[in-house]
């Protein structure tokens, strides 16, 4: 391990996890709605109204995850500054979209960034990926199996989505968002609530990917046309959606010893604009107090959150000293929430 604990005070004998640095990354080529209407049966209008996206970003041929992850952990570990960056001793990416089946992303990503031989390795939960992240990243830090640990959440989803179907084309992009987590105390700036995790796999089916993986191989068939795309059943996963981000985000603020009146900003994933619209209402909270950036971005899957925090902390929307409610949910069903005073970072 290249940190140390050694002077860190503790609550209950574990050590909180504290941000001390945040960076973010989408491919350089926005598309807009009306790129995809030469396409697509549909129209800037339409796409608007119903998701809140006027454009995203896609990768390039060629360009795959690992590519988004290094950008990102790189301003992350930049924005952390030598005295945080020199000490990560693990490296955990959430993603859904590896660059290869085996082995995991997370590696390759460590070596790149000049990081050596510290332990490294994925997560996948989706949409809600840099939550479970969250937890494992606070959890290895708890543990004193790391002292400070680079989480990056990425994914390059667009590889995954029928570029023929509406109802997906139109809202998945790609992207990255990391941030660099230290031992510190938990009542310091920075430092990360208890994460409320669930997850419901009896709807499992809801969003889904069906070829691919062992079940299709194990059959010893090509992958059926079509399976190797996302389906998503829409209204059922709105309905999921709301409820479970809205549960999770009042347990998050109840363990944070918070109100939802004291929430400053809510940072929810930016999976559709009506969704967000939703839960936000159902939680009281104002629109004064929400951040997004799903008009440019889209749904980025696991990257959402941490590219959400480092664009409100880069245009100040997001300041020091805010208390910012997480939340997510996608497929698995996987969903979270996490409260954190925002520290005084710069995206890197």
Known sequence: MNGSLEGVAVAGGAPASV????GAYVPPNPVTNHD?????DTS??????????SSRHMVLPGQATSDLAVEAGRRALESAGPEHAEGVDAVVLATTTPDRACPATAPEVASRLGLGTVAAFDVSAVCSGFLYGLATATGLIAAGTASRVLLIAADAFTTLVDPRDRATAVIFADGAGAVVLRAGEPDEPGAVGRVVLGSDGSLSGLLQVPGGGSRQRSLGKPVKPGDEFLRMAGRDTYRHAVGRM????????????WGLADIDRLAAHQANARILATVADDLGIPEDRRLSNIAHNGNTVAAS?????????????LAAGHRVLLTAFGAGLAWGAATVRWPDVKPG
Do not use: F, N
């Open 44 to 53: 800037d209008e339409w796409i608007r109204t119903r998701t809140g996206i």
């Open 305 to 317: 959150i941490p590219l959400l925090l480092a664009d409100a902390t880069a245009d100040g929307s």
């Open 19 to 22: 941000i001390v640095g945040i």
């Open 36 to 40: 995809l209407t030469a396409r697509l």
């Open 246 to 257: 809205t549960e999770a985000s009042r347990q998050a603020v109840q363990a944070a010893g």
